[in-house]
Nanobody, 122 residues
Framework: QVQLVESGGALVQPGGSLRLSCAAS????????MAWYRQAPGKQRELVAF???????NYATSVKGRFTISRDNAKNTVYLQMNSLKPEDTAVYYC????????????????WGQGTQVTVSS
C-alpha cells in the first residue's frame, strides 16, 4: 500500500503559476505510475497528467504546454508545475498511484490523496 499527501494548492490570479506536490509513503515509490487528476464543481474527475517510473510524462490536451509533471524517486514525491493558469483550471487536484505489474499499469490506480484546492481567479 501507499499513502499520498498533496500540498501546494492556493488561490492564484489568471496567468499565474503554482507547483503541487504529492508525498508518498508506505511502499516502494518506484513501482508506481503516478498521476494527477482534477475535479471541478459539477464535473467528473479527469486525468491531468501521469508519469512512469522512468520519468516520461503524458498530458491531457487541455494542459499540454502549460503543465509539467515530474517525480523525484529519492524523495518519494511527484510534482505538478502549473503555468499560465486559467480560470477553467480551478478544481480540486488529486494525486493517484497505480501499481506497475508486468511492465504496465492501469489508471486510475487504487491509491488517492485527499486532494488540494486550486482556484484561479482575479
Amino acid at each position: 500500500q501507499v499513502q499520498l499527501v498533496e500540498s501546494g494548492g492556493a488561490l492564484v490570479q489568471p496567468g499565474g503559476s503554482l507547483r503541487l506536490s504529492c508525498a508518498a509513503s508506505g511502499s516502494d515509490f518506484r513501482i508506481y505510475t503516478m498521476a494527477w487528476y482534477r475535479q471541478a464543481p459539477g464535473k467528473q474527475r479527469e486525468l491531468v497528467a501521469f508519469i512512469n517510473s522512468g520519468g516520461s510524462g503524458n498530458y491531457a490536451t487541455s494542459v499540454k504546454g502549460r503543465f509539467t509533471i515530474s517525480r523525484d524517486n529519492a524523495k518519494n514525491t511527484v510534482y505538478l508545475q502549473m503555468n499560465s493558469l486559467k480560470p477553467e483550471d480551478t478544481a480540486v487536484y488529486y494525486c493517484n498511484a497505480a501499481r506497475v505489474r508486468s511492465g504496465s499499469s492501469s489508471l486510475p490506480g487504487a491509491y488517492w490523496g485527499q486532494g488540494t484546492q486550486v482556484t484561479v481567479s482575479s
